[in-house]
């Protein structure tokens, strides 16, 4: 019966380097900061959803509730960013060359698309106190350019990192398929509610990690065999 507890590293310098991260308290909590930055990405844009008029973009950018969620969100990418590191983190090793090159995808995606957070959330509201007119006025190259790269570079980045975890087979292959399309949805998730599913996929996530790093924790016979996150991939 195979268990889901991490097995002892292998001796020499790759076995070293295993227990170095072990011994950080970033992967040891990476369940928990992915969990929690799943969840708060949910929640702040379900809040955002439930408190978005759309058919007055001014008042709805006015209302505190709104606001509040708008700074919550882009704080969120904040612990987004904590969770994809802890997430890689667990998966390194077996993830080998594409592995990195998707956490890196997903780190300027992740980054880009925060940044356009914080802009909306800080910004955009006195922007539109100060200067109305800018709502309906026309978007310059260079803005479009700006916004569109980062929603282009999150949805992409995000849906490789999945493609990367699906390759390594550390994590559940439903939980996998699930960031490629958060990733892939994604495109639009600087507009609730589409920030959402891959928020939920980066807890689900954290909430197999929690489940795979407890003693108790036993793989059932008959079912299918992945690489545990605790292993860092070494061994299948």
Same mark, same amino acid.
């Given at each position: #019966?195979?268990?889901?507890?991490?097995?002892?590293? +292998?001796?020499?310098d790759a076995? /070293?380097?295993?227990?170095?991260l072990r011994?950080?308290?970033?992967?040891?909590? @990476?369940?928990?900061?992915?969990?929690?930055?799943?969840?708060?990405? @949910?929640?702040?844009?379900?809040?955002?959803?439930?408190?978005?008029?759309? @058919? /007055?973009?001014?008042?709805?950018?006015?209302?505190?509730?709104?606001?509040?969620?708008?700074?919550?969100?882009?704080?969120?990418?904040?612990?987004? #960013?904590?969770?994809?590191?802890?997430?890689? #983190? =667990?998966?390194? =090793?077996?993830?080998?060359?594409?592995?990195?090159?998707? *956490?890196? @995808?997903?780190?300027?995606?992740?980054?880009?698309?925060?940044?356009? #957070?914080?802009?909306?959330?800080?910004?955009? +509201?006195?922007?539109?106190?100060?200067? +109305?007119?800018?709502?309906?006025?026309?978007?310059?190259?260079?803005?479009?350019?700006?916004?569109?790269?980062?929603?282009?570079?999150?949805?992409?980045?995000?849906?490789? *990192?999945?493609?990367?975890?699906?390759?390594?087979?550390?994590?559940?292959?439903?939980?996998?398929?699930?960031?490629?399309?958060?990733?892939?949805?994604?495109?639009?998730?600087?507009?609730?509610? *589409?920030?959402?599913?891959?928020?939920?996929?980066?807890?689900?996530?954290?909430?197999?990690?929690?489940?795979? /790093?407890?003693?108790?924790?036993?793989?059932?016979?008959?079912?299918?065999?992945? =690489?545990?996150?605790? =292993?860092?991939?070494?061994?299948?």
């Amino acid at each position: #019966m195979a268990s889901s507890r991490p097995h002892e590293a +292998p001796r020499g310098d790759a076995g /070293d380097e295993v227990l170095q991260l072990r011994e950080s308290p970033l992967w040891r909590m @990476a369940g928990t900061v992915a969990v929690t930055a799943g969840s708060l990405i @949910a929640l702040a844009q379900l809040g955002q959803l439930a408190t978005y008029d759309r @058919a /007055d973009v001014v008042a709805s950018l006015a209302d505190p509730l709104f606001r509040a969620f708008s700074v919550a969100y882009a704080a969120a990418f904040v612990a987004l #960013m904590l969770a994809l590191v802890a997430l890689y #983190m =667990r998966q390194a =090793r077996a993830g080998g060359t594409f592995g990195l090159l998707g *956490f890196g @995808a997903a780190v300027l995606g992740t980054m880009c698309l925060g940044a356009n #957070m914080w802009f909306e959330a800080f910004c955009s +509201p006195w922007l539109l106190e100060a200067a +109305p007119t800018l709502l309906t006025a026309e978007k310059g190259v260079i803005w479009q350019i700006g916004y569109l790269s980062s929603y282009a570079t999150f949805a992409l980045g995000w849906m490789l *990192f999945g493609v990367s975890c699906l390759r390594a087979r550390v994590y559940p292959t439903v939980a996998c398929v699930a960031v490629v399309l958060g990733g892939a949805i994604g495109f639009f998730a600087a507009q609730p509610p *589409f920030g959402v599913p891959l928020g939920l996929a980066v807890a689900a996530l954290g909430a197999w990690l929690w489940r795979s /790093d407890t003693p108790e924790s036993v793989q059932r016979p008959g079912t299918r065999h992945h =690489r545990t996150a605790g =292993r860092d991939g070494l061994s299948s």
